[in-house]
């Protein structure tokens, strides 16, 4: 569980989210910087590259060959199995997050080519209750599973979330079994499956479908991990490490294939699709 | 060590203690005496044990002298042996493995180990595995499948550790590891959870054919008192977290994350642990027949079902 | 490649071999032990446990339940395909060994039932240039796996080595692969095979077919490892630490399921067999 | 930096390049001087060459500017793609593993990795892999089974590391566990000797259906200054320890040890690595098309045949 994380964030970060504004200031090298600009350069920081959080339409757009996606989800809606409250009912939480998102839950995505390569992408939606997997993102990667293993597409998905939804308790739990069990429909079919960690990756996400990819992709300075920072920090009752839990302690420890700054990212993950799903260049379909 | 609400059961059993040993040394006949506070005492097992609240369960999954891994491989198997180490890095104490008899039949049994005293605990780090200990399970469910002996696995943690060392070892990827490797068993599979279930630590060895959980176990995605510091940023409210998080065994029953309840003595498991493990042993005979009948093609299949299904959702139909 | 050991164990031992000693003296606690008391005793010091090594005769005798032993290995002798000579030409070193030995190589074994089941056990002969691993020792090894999986027997094989025969140079590196892969007929036929490591047990015997077995015992104090301890100090230029590739420190770096004293060894590895191959037991054929 | 038995090939060369030189500046005709000193070269190179010994092959294998497995990926094979890590502990630099396309087709490759300056060659550890390296690479075997890709390795390592940290985190397992896993591939595997094939650490990924060598590359169960050491108890006997240990390339074909010798243009692959790697490339897509007509059984069944025949034995008949 790290959503304890997102909850602090959302405190210290300035601003209301529903006030446009022009500017923001980088809390990497605190630049102020024209936020035209930073979405023309894909939310990267034109100063020190630093990699702001991305909206998951971006993403689609980033990542998919032009005019190839065609979205599958958004007929999946969350319920409130539990009737869970805690200072706010479940339902009234989802709703408000609905209405801000234009989303049933915190994923997003459809078939599309990439670099050619037949495929189904799904990004995972941060501004959903902190992108964590309630049943509704465990049906919808499933779901993602299954239509990509019967279509003869590549899955890849975009990580970014703090974790399993609490507010349905064990059944958000379960999902990290199902969405594990459903990426073995792709092992039948030979079909690979590419996970991209975005900042932040943690908690039951990372510990389920986003770990277990054919290939890891990370972008720079995600942080990517099981526990929270501050479940760690009470653990351990010491500071952290120096760049823990960072994509590039990842990557020396072992546990990605790459870390891939944004503006590699579509490059990188084509030529990897076309690598391990050369048939599928070859028919060309979408 | 008692816990608060079992007080009155606690006298009760004491006065008629004291009475027996009365009777006994002064050679007098008490029976019917007794035998009123017997029947005095059930009905208050059943008063107190029958409203007990979450957060009490959550007491009870707890409580000392409550059965664990170790007291199940030695009561309910027979010849068990242990087997060490992830032959990769350490042997991770807080979960213990090995192979074992189960009604004259071969079986691999693995599950967390908690303490039974403070340094004991502290060797066990409290039934927290590092990533050696989910890699000392898959080794298990290696064997296992190599052989073709049914598995069972015994779910008693608090979760994960959640300690730089195991961020470092990658605790996550051995988690999401062991939860696939356990799905991919070709041979019956049975989850039982004995007292804890927190989180992704306990689902890494829950991925079973069957998931059975005794009568005052928890099983859910994150303990009371965190998710109460995260959510009512206050561990205090664990108890209303508790409530909220629908997280005992009846509960689980109905939401499907479980398929049967072990019930537990009046008084519970901790109090009675025989009695416990013998209604443990009776589901675990009967879940087991039930699975041999399945092939390992039919054995893949019936787990993924069983867990493609969970969660609630609406699908609205394609337009 | 651990064979230094040999070399440096054999010039700082007392006495010369062929001399009958009625004592011995324990190298761990020092005490003198009357070695027909030793013998007794499995070779363990009565005094302070310690592990001396063993004859494999006796090793058989103590493992095989009684009057089931039948000898397989004997069969195969040792060739000089390199014509290799150092300080002694390799086939005087052979023959040296052979009679000191009476056997070709540095391994023998047979067929016997072990509580019950039904096994090939095979042991390393370390009075036999080391119970170094060259051509001999692999095709025994290979043939006793291709034995077990045909006659539905376990496989237990006693290492005791320091590593490949440098003698043979590649054909010895190349046994590591050919015991390794005749493993595998046991898996096909779901045969148990248990790995007994005594001291020494390191180089190419322990980085093939000694690692590689469903259950690893190990005798009590055994060194264990891949590089020699001489070797290792020379690349690191300190000094090791206390206990290091020992018998219990290898099992608590996880790599032994159990570190057993001989006088449990028979009775423990009987029950793992009886677990892992309760057919064998039922049909209760030697 | 050169060898010494090089130095009259690298002095003729040298006068043919100042020849070259001076004719072009001054324009004049030495085409007939060169041509001459050019045989004179090629004749030279044969008897060097031709007369080496197999001491003299070890340094050839260790030269700086022999073709590395960076070199190979990057000019054998196409659309290389690195990928990290044992997803377990750490990624080791002195493996190196990923995708790449050889001939149109993706493969899996792996192969130790040298520096190239005293920089690199810490950080890659001088080629000597810790157990990670070992379990990268198995995880690039279990990617090739996966989809299906043949799995080409490039040896070139004095050895695993034979340090602490590598015994700790069990080096021997893991280098038994990548010979089993290179054992059980389902696809085509190809093991190049590139420059040093150094004990088991080499083996560890030299489990192939085919198994090649460089012309001057060498491959022992140990290094001739480490059988030195040991043997004659003074590591200066290298030269007469590696005649003993007949590690040559021409030695193994002989032995069966290795498939084809992969031929080096004269002067050796150090100072003419494209055109080695040319002759590489065209022994691989030789080897890759006859391995390609064999289903998964088969490549098994060739890989047990292939190493079941190692070693030298005499068999008494049963008597
Ligand atoms: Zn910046
Ligand atoms: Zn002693």
């Known amino acids: 569980m790290a959503l304890d994380r997102l909850f602090r964030r959302r405190r210290t970060r300035g601003g209301g989210r529903d006030v446009p504004e022009l500017w923001l200031k980088c809390p990497s090298c605190e630049a102020q910087v024209y936020k035209k600009d930073l979405e023309a350069n894909f939310m990267v920081c034109p100063q020190c590259g630093h990699h702001f959080r991305m909206g998951v339409r971006e993403r689609v757009q980033m990542l998919a060959d032009e005019d190839t996606f065609s979205e599958t989800t958004g007929r999946v809606h969350p319920q409130d199995p539990l009737r869970f409250s805690d200072t706010e009912p479940y339902s009234e939480r989802l709703s408000r997050y609905q209405q801000k998102t234009g989303r049933p839950d915190a994923i997003y995505g459809g078939t599309c080519t990439i670099g050619g390569v037949p495929s189904l992408l799904l990004a995972m939606d941060y501004a959903f209750a902190g992108g964590s997997m309630g049943s509704v993102v465990g049906e919808e990667i499933a779901r993602g599973a299954e239509q990509a293993a019967a279509e003869g597409r590549a899955l890849v998905i975009v990580a970014a979330s703090g974790g399993a939804r609490m507010q349905e308790a064990a059944l958000s739990l379960m999902q990290m079994a199902k969405t594990t069990m459903a990426l073995d429909r792709l092992w039948e079919k030979r079909l690979p499956y590419v996970s991209i960690m975005s900042d932040p990756t943690t908690g039951g996400v990372t510990a389920s479908f986003a770990a277990l990819a054919d290939v890891i992709l990370a972008e720079p300075g995600a942080l990517i991990g099981f526990a929270g920072p501050r479940v760690i920090k009470q653990t351990i009752r010491q500071d952290l490490p120096e760049g823990f839990q960072r994509s590039e302690f990842l990557l020396q420890h072992g546990m990605l294939d790459r870390v891939t700054p944004r503006s590699e990212l579509k490059a990188v993950l084509a030529q990897i699709l076309g690598l391990l799903h050369p048939e599928g260049v070859r028919n060309d379909g979408a | ?319």
Chains 1, 3 share one sequence.
């Not at chain 2, 989180?199 to 928890?218: D, H, K, T, Y």
């Not at chain 2, 092939?295 to 959702?313: N, S």
Request: charged share 30%; glycine share 10%; net charge negative.
């Open chain 2, 1 to 319: 060590m008692a816990l608060e609400f079992e007080q009155p059961i606690i006298e009760l059993e004491a006065r008629i203690r004291e009475l027996r040993e009365y009777a006994d040394s002064k050679d007098v006949d008490l029976s019917d005496e007794i035998a009123l506070l017997e029947q005095k005492l059930e009905k208050l097992q059943k008063e107190i044990f029958g409203g007990l609240s979450r957060w009490q369960r959550v007491q009870l999954a707890r409580a000392p002298g409550r059965p664990t891994t170790l007291d199940v491989v030695e009561k309910v198997f027979a010849d068990f042996i242990e087997l060490h180490g992830d032959r990769t890095f350490a042997d991770d104490p807080a979960i213990v493995a090995g192979l074992a008899r189960f009604r004259g039949k071969s079986v691999v049994v693995v599950g967390h180990q908690k303490g039974k005293t403070t340094k004991e605990n502290i060797h066990r780090n409290f039934g927290m595995p590092h990533p050696e200990g989910y890699r000392k399970a898959m080794r298990m469910m290696d064997m296992a499948d190599r052989f073709g002996f049914p598995f069972v696995s015994l779910i008693d943690t608090p979760g994960a550790y959640p300690g730089v060392s195991a961020e470092e070892r990658g605790q996550a990827w051995v988690i999401a590891q062991s939860i696939q490797r356990m799905g991919r068993l070709r041979v019956p599979a049975i989850a039982v959870v004995l007292g804890e279930g927190g989180s992704g630590g306990a689902l890494a060895i829950g991925v079973g054919n069957r998931v059975l959980i005794m009568e005052n176990a928890w099983y859910s995605v994150i303990s009371p008192e965190s998710c109460a510091a995260i959510l009512w940023r206050d561990a205090a409210q664990a108890e209303e977290a508790a409530e909220a998080l629908k997280l005992t065994a009846h509960d689980l029953r109905e939401l499907g994350v479980v398929d049967r309840v072990v019930p537990e003595p009046g008084g519970g498991a901790h109090r009675h642990p025989d009695r416990a493990l013998r209604e443990l042993e009776a589901a675990l005979a009967e879940e087991l027949e039930g699975l041999e009948a399945l092939g390992p093609g039919e054995l893949l299949a019936d787990r993924y079902r069983r867990f493609r299904a969970m969660g609630a959702v609406k699908i609205e139909p394609a337009g």
